[in-house]
């Protein structure tokens, strides 16, 4: 054990060895991990903080579920933790990646866990950093449709207004003319608020599940 411990000592990723108590408290655990959470070595083996209080309140009931889950397959003696979070000393957040031993005694009841702990911060920020990027790409595309589909119709009325324009400038417009003119605008101008509104349709989130016509939406695409 102190063979093994002294590998991740000076390493980045924390081996523990936890009770199987409520608040995972901690039988050992390597020197590094005053670099992961803040606190030395005696601050665990004495008992003064548990491991499950290290943990962000929000990650805590599916960590807890999470090993629920394993304990309960008898065969299981190994499982991998979902990313989550943890607290350190000094109130910052980490995002950790946790594997787990799970040590069973001769009745095959859970005696303790040896959990292998790796900070992943880092790169949890570079896919959140990849993510707004894919957003900012996909907003752009977005963008050049909409300026593709009013390109056309934004044309025709500026066509026509001008062409109203150049009859009254040489004394040739007449009103049966204009309305007709007024009629293809107004048509046009519709049909540019129906894109904007089946674009806003298409991206709003909803979780509300409704009815309706396979056909209408065939006919509107």
Same mark, same amino acid.
């Given at each position: 054990q102190n063979q093994l411990l002294s590998l991740f000592d000076e390493g980045d990723s924390v081996l523990f060895k936890w009770n199987n108590d409520k608040?995972?408290?901690?039988?050992?655990? =390597?020197? =590094?991990?005053?670099?992961?959470l803040g606190y030395g070595q005696k601050d665990f083996i004495n008992h003064e903080i548990g491991y499950a209080s290290c943990i962000h309140e929000d990650d805590i009931y599916r960590v807890r579920k999470e090993v629920s889950d394993a304990g309960k397959i008898l065969d299981s003696d190994f499982f991998k933790h979902?990313?989550?979070r943890v607290i350190t000393k000094n109130k910052d957040i980490r995002w950790v990646?946790?594997?787990?031993? !799970?040590?069973?005694?001769?009745?095959? =009841?859970i005696k303790e866990y040896i959990g292998h702990v790796s900070? !992943?911060?880092?790169?949890?920020?570079?896919?959140e950093q990849i993510l707004k990027s894919e957003k900012l790409a996909s907003m752009g595309e977005m963008i050049q449709n909409i300026a593709h589909q009013w390109r056309q119709p934004l044309s025709l009325i500026s066509t026509a207004i001008s062409g109203i324009q150049l009859k009254r400038e040489y004394g040739i417009s007449n009103?049966?003319?204009e309305d007709n003119t007024i009629s293809v605008v107004l048509e046009t101008f519709e049909n540019?608020?129906?894109? !904007?509104?089946?674009?806003g349709d298409f991206s709003q989130k909803t979780v509300d599940s409704s009815e309706f016509i396979v056909q209408e939406? !065939?006919?509107k695409l």
């Amino acid at each position: 054990q102190n063979q093994l411990l002294s590998l991740f000592d000076e390493g980045d990723s924390v081996l523990f060895k936890w009770n199987n108590d409520k608040q995972w408290s901690v039988n050992s655990v =390597s020197a =590094s991990v005053s670099k992961l959470l803040g606190y030395g070595q005696k601050d665990f083996i004495n008992h003064e903080i548990g491991y499950a209080s290290c943990i962000h309140e929000d990650d805590i009931y599916r960590v807890r579920k999470e090993v629920s889950d394993a304990g309960k397959i008898l065969d299981s003696d190994f499982f991998k933790h979902q990313p989550y979070r943890v607290i350190t000393k000094n109130k910052d957040i980490r995002w950790v990646l946790d594997y787990t031993i !799970i040590v069973r005694d001769n009745k095959n =009841s859970i005696k303790e866990y040896i959990g292998h702990v790796s900070d !992943i911060t880092d790169l949890r920020k570079n896919e959140e950093q990849i993510l707004k990027s894919e957003k900012l790409a996909s907003m752009g595309e977005m963008i050049q449709n909409i300026a593709h589909q009013w390109r056309q119709p934004l044309s025709l009325i500026s066509t026509a207004i001008s062409g109203i324009q150049l009859k009254r400038e040489y004394g040739i417009s007449n009103t049966k003319d204009e309305d007709n003119t007024i009629s293809v605008v107004l048509e046009t101008f519709e049909n540019l608020t129906i894109t !904007i509104n089946n674009l806003g349709d298409f991206s709003q989130k909803t979780v509300d599940s409704s009815e309706f016509i396979v056909q209408e939406q !065939i006919d509107k695409l």
